[in-house]
Nanobody, 118 residues
Framework: QVQFVESGGGVVQPGGSLKLSCVTS????????MRWYRQGPGKEREVVAE?????????YYIDSVKGRFKISRDNDKKATYLEMNNLNVEDTAVYFC??????????WGQGIRVTVSS
């Protein structure tokens, strides 16, 4: 059974930091790119960051988080992380980790809420 479990969310003031974790099981973690998505209030789900699986571990970030967020992965722990710095109210959302296998099957975590508020 494939499981993706996020943790690390919470409430933080503008300018603050959080680090999200996503631990996976039952999944060939090291073989696939990992993504973090978010869905803010009244907004569509959007991809925030992605990290490849191969050599070089290429990364992608949406423009609004570049320079503030950092995605990483630990293949031994089968986990991916999203370090978020200088948070602002527009970062308030439910964050999800995601991967897609060779068959096109999508795997999602349950989501973790991040609230940025003064």
């Amino acid at each position: 059974q494939v499981q993706f479990v996020e943790s690390g969310g919470g409430v933080v003031q503008p300018g603050g930091s959080l680090k999200l974790s996503c631990v996976t099981s039952g999944f060939a973690f090291s073989s696939f790119p990992m993504r973090w998505y978010r869905q803010g209030p009244g907004k569509e789900r959007e991809v925030v960051a992605e990290m490849g699986a191969g050599e070089g571990l290429m990364t992608y970030y949406i423009d609004s988080v570049k320079g503030r967020f950092k995605i990483s992965r630990d293949n031994d722990k089968k986990a991916t992380y999203l370090e978020m710095n200088n948070l602002n109210v527009e970062d308030t959302a439910v964050y999800f980790c995601n991967a897609r296998d060779y068959s096109g099957t999508e795997y999602w975590g349950q989501g973790i809420r991040v609230t940025v508020s003064s």
